[in-house]
T-cell receptor
Framework: AQSVTQLGSHVSVSEGALVLLRCNYSSSVPPYLFWYVQYPNQGLQLLLKYTSAATLVKGINGFEAEFKKSETSFHLTKPSAHMSDAAEYFCAVSAPDTGRRALTFGSGTRLQVQP | GAGVSQSPSNKVTEKGKDVELRCDPISGHTALYWYRQSLGQGLEFLIYFQGNSAPDKSGLPSDRFSAERTGGSVSTLTIQRTQQEDSAVYLC??????????????FGAGTRLSVL
């Protein structure tokens, strides 16, 4: 079984500041990990994914995430926040080796960007 | 179409009525998923279709929920005898078969269901 924990349901940063959204996973097999973003009244959009290649993954809109097996973490970062980054962010895990392809999502982190 | 299309975007119904939610996946995608997003439960997996294989129904919360996928394309999620706790946003996603590492799911904008 796999699970995801996102620490902090709300994160507020100033425009131009570092964004750090935390995600820890639990998986019985090597996981595939994803970050999705959801803007109001829209579906989820993929930011980036980790599928056992490079541990530092670069995504869209300047976001990146680093897979750390020793810490079972996959934190999302962006060096400089922009007002347009305000949204809800979801970390998700998939363990395809188990035959189950559905994603297990974290509870989400709402990012606010202050001017 | 260019993306996953869901209809209706909003649905208001009375308790006890049946509802049908529709999902039109990205053309050529063989896998289709339904999720439910609610305030109390976050994002939950409901059901998964892959090609002609038997669907994975392990996430359906009760026998009032069912889904079908006709012709390997459009899917309909049906909720019978709706209850107030069914109020949520129902999201559909699709993905290409590809390798397991390519399991990128593309989401529709969802159907917001309100049960009065």
């Amino acid at each position: 079984a796999q699970s995801v924990t996102q620490l902090g349901s709300h994160v507020s940063v100033s425009e131009g500041a570092l964004v750090l959204l935390r995600c820890n996973y639990s998986s019985s097999v090597p996981p595939y990990l994803f970050w999705y973003v959801q803007y109001p009244n829209q579906g989820l959009q993929l930011l980036l994914k980790y599928t056992s290649a490079a541990t530092l993954v670069k995504g869209i809109n300047g976001f990146e995430a680093e897979f750390k097996k020793s810490e079972t973490s996959f934190h999302l970062t962006k060096p400089s926040a922009h007002m347009s980054d305000a949204a809800e962010y979801f970390c998700a895990v998939s363990a395809p080796d188990t035959g189950r392809r559905a994603l297990t999502f974290g509870s989400g982190t709402r990012l606010q960007v202050q001017p | 179409g260019a993306g996953v299309s869901q209809s209706p975007s909003n649905k208001v119904t009375e308790k006890g009525k049946d509802v049908e939610l529709r999902c039109d996946p990205i053309s050529g995608h063989t896998a289709l998923y339904w999720y439910r997003q609610s305030l109390g439960q976050g994002l939950e997996f409901l059901i998964y279709f892959q090609g002609n294989s038997a669907p994975d129904k392990s996430g359906l919360p009760s026998d009032r929920f069912s889904a079908e996928r006709t012709g390997g394309s459009v899917s309909t999620l049906t909720i019978q005898r709706t209850q107030q706790e069914d109020s949520a946003v129902y999201l559909c996603a699709s993905s290409s078969q590809g390798t397991v590492g390519e399991n990128i799911q593309y989401f529709g904008a969802g159907t917001r269901l309100s049960v009065l």
